[in-house]
């Protein structure tokens, strides 16, 4: 189940809700913040792209895959390939696919 639109994290907020409503963040009992004190740094800059890419505007409008490549423009093969990975099991975890329906 995707739990992202009940939790009151200002990672997963948009700018408008940051700025007249930040009193309702509560980074003490953030279960994303706590979630990521103990990611190694390669994935917390997993994170971080993976926050551009899943934007509402850049799914909406269809440009995730052109963010992507802008992001790995300067990055070894080795290097993109390790990140896809990454941003894979991110993915995998936040955004499940659906279920198929029995029947």
């Not at 189940?1 to 990672?11: I, K, S, V």
């Not at 103990?38 to 551009?52: D, K, S, Y």
């Not at 990055?75 to 936040?94: C, F, G, K, N, Q």
């Amino acid at each position: 189940m995707d739990d992202r639109p009940h939790l009151n994290c200002c990672q997963t907020a948009d700018d408008e809700a940051i700025e007249y409503e930040a009193e309702t963040f509560d980074c003490e009992a953030c279960p994303l913040l706590a979630m990521q004190d103990g990611l190694r740094p390669e994935n917390v800059e997993a994170w971080r792209i993976f926050q551009v890419l899943v934007t509402r505007f850049t799914v909406d409008v269809g440009v995730a895959g052109q963010v992507f490549q802008g992001l790995m423009r300067d990055w070894l093969p080795d290097e993109v390939e390790d990140m896809t990975a990454r941003l894979s099991i991110l993915y995998d975890l936040l955004i499940p696919p659906p279920t198929p329906k029995a029947g």
